[in-house]
């Protein structure tokens, strides 16, 4: 996965600010990160209960809300993390053709350490395949069929670990990320003005 959070949260929350919603007994908040002018168009909710985190709320990955696994709070949610940690706490992997036609183009840029260089047959079978892929005229069964051919044709087996293609969805995880990144930014210097104040 190839996300610059510090980059994503810049450009989507550049001009968000966070302010505190709510507080309750038994380890409850809620934040808001809020664009400059305030509202809730283009802001996220980001609640902690004593066990999972809830992001949601107009501007949001999942379409409009996704939960954590439990045993994550607001001092993990605050502080940096890298883009696959946490996309696999609160996202889940799926099938995906641009992400195939990337790893086939993986294959064919480093043909020797996959044993198919000057392998005619193979490279034009990959390079149709993932031409398919990218004008969305296969999906995942034709890659499966595809891979199977190359594997009862050539005796070369891409696909022992299952066929590629499987990440967490481009957009959300990029929100997530972003969101995040943003909230872990706001939420230190807030921490540091309330030490400050109190």
């Given at each position: 996965?190839?996300?610059?959070?510090?980059?994503?949260?810049?450009?989507?929350?550049?001009?968000?600010?966070?302010?505190?919603?709510?507080?309750?007994?038994?380890?409850?908040?809620?934040?808001?990160?809020?664009?400059?002018?305030?509202?809730?168009?283009?802001?996220?909710?980001?609640?902690?209960?004593?066990?999972?985190?809830?992001?949601?709320?107009?501007?949001?990955?999942?379409?409009?809300?996704?939960?954590?696994?439990?045993?994550?709070?607001?001092?993990?949610?605050?502080?940096?993390?890298?883009?696959?940690?946490?996309?696999?706490?609160?996202?889940?992997?799926?099938?995906?053709?641009e992400v195939a036609a990337e790893e086939i183009g993986d294959w064919l840029e480093h043909q020797t350490d996959y044993e198919i260089e000057g392998r005619t047959d193979v490279l034009e079978a990959l390079i149709d395949i993932r031409d398919s892929l990218i004008s969305n005229e296969a999906g995942d069964h034709d890659l499966y069929a595809a891979l199977d051919e190359i594997d009862r044709?050539?005796?070369?087996?891409?696909?022992?670990?299952?066929?590629?293609?499987?990440?967490?969805?481009?957009?959300?995880?990029?929100?997530?990320?972003?969101?995040?990144?943003?909230?872990?930014?706001?939420?230190?210097?807030?921490?540091?003005?309330?030490?400050?104040?109190?």
């Amino acid at each position: 996965m190839k996300i610059d959070p510090d980059q994503m949260a810049h450009d989507t929350y550049r001009d968000h600010h966070l302010i505190r919603t709510m507080t309750a007994d038994g380890g409850w908040s809620s934040w808001r990160l809020v664009p400059k002018g305030g509202g809730r168009m283009e802001s996220t909710d980001i609640t902690f209960t004593p066990d999972q985190i809830i992001v949601h709320g107009d501007l949001c990955p999942a379409h409009n809300w996704v939960i954590s696994t439990g045993g994550y709070g607001i001092g993990w949610f605050g502080s940096s993390k890298s883009p696959g940690y946490l996309c696999e706490k609160f996202l889940v992997r799926e099938w995906q053709a641009e992400v195939a036609a990337e790893e086939i183009g993986d294959w064919l840029e480093h043909q020797t350490d996959y044993e198919i260089e000057g392998r005619t047959d193979v490279l034009e079978a990959l390079i149709d395949i993932r031409d398919s892929l990218i004008s969305n005229e296969a999906g995942d069964h034709d890659l499966y069929a595809a891979l199977d051919e190359i594997d009862r044709t050539a005796g070369i087996r891409f696909h022992d670990d299952g066929i590629p293609g499987y990440d967490y969805p481009r957009q959300d995880a990029a929100l997530l990320v972003a969101c995040q990144a943003a909230f872990a930014r706001l939420y230190q210097v807030w921490q540091a003005g309330y030490r400050e104040s109190t």
